[in-house]
């Protein structure tokens, strides 16, 4: 008797790992996104010297930051082989790491995405845009040479991303 009520749990047992596991791996990626620092930001823009770069900054909070992120992914898949390079970076909070995950999950970027490390908040803003206040989403295009051609806070509207992108990928710095 004891064998056999040791081998249904035993069964059980398996059965309910077995359930577990797929659900686990639809919620957390591969790896999450690299934690950057103003000095990891500046190594960044300088890998895409040659290249347009537009920086998204956003959070998972942030309404403005999820209705315009679908429109980022587009252009980068729109752009990208005329030289356009995104990236984005959460400025979300390590208790929303969750959040991240399943909102990376959602959107399926085809650009790259960091995590800002915690701390020195102002010190960051300083490296991206001295008169940044921190507010979200905030966007920085960079021209071919690696200086911000542009900023945009807020929630900006398609046109004007495209304006900007072509304007810059047609200039003649590299």
């Known amino acids: 008797m004891k064998i056999r009520t ?8 398996a059965v309910a790992a077995a359930l577990a596991a797929p ?4 919620t957390a990626p591969a790896h999450d996104p ?4 103003a000095q990891a930001y500046q190594k960044l823009l300088e890998q895409d010297r040659g290249k347009v770069v537009l920086v998204n900054f956003w959070a998972t909070w942030c309404e403005p930051c999820r209705h315009e992120y679908p429109m980022l992914n587009e252009l980068a898949k729109q752009y990208a082989p005329q030289g356009l390079k995104v990236i984005g970076v959460s400025m979300d909070d390590d208790g929303d790491l ?8 959602r959107y399926k970027p085809v650009f790259p995405n960091y995590r800002k490390k915690a701390g020195e908040e102002a ?3 300083q490296a991206v845009f001295p008169s940044w206040n921190g507010s979200l989403p905030a966007t920085f295009f960079y021209n071919k040479d690696g200086r911000q051609a542009g900023h945009m806070f807020g929630e900006g509207p398609r046109e004007t991303y495209e304006t900007t992108i ?3 990928l047609a200039s003649g710095s590299k």
């Open 6 to 13: 040791c081998l249904i749990f035993l069964v059980l047992a």
């Open 23 to 26: 659900q686990a791996s639809k």
């Open 34 to 37: 690299k934690m950057i620092d």
């Open 98 to 105: 969750i959040l991240m995950r399943r909102f990376l999950s």
């Open 123 to 125: 010190e960051f803003r």
């Open 166 to 168: 072509r304007t810059l």
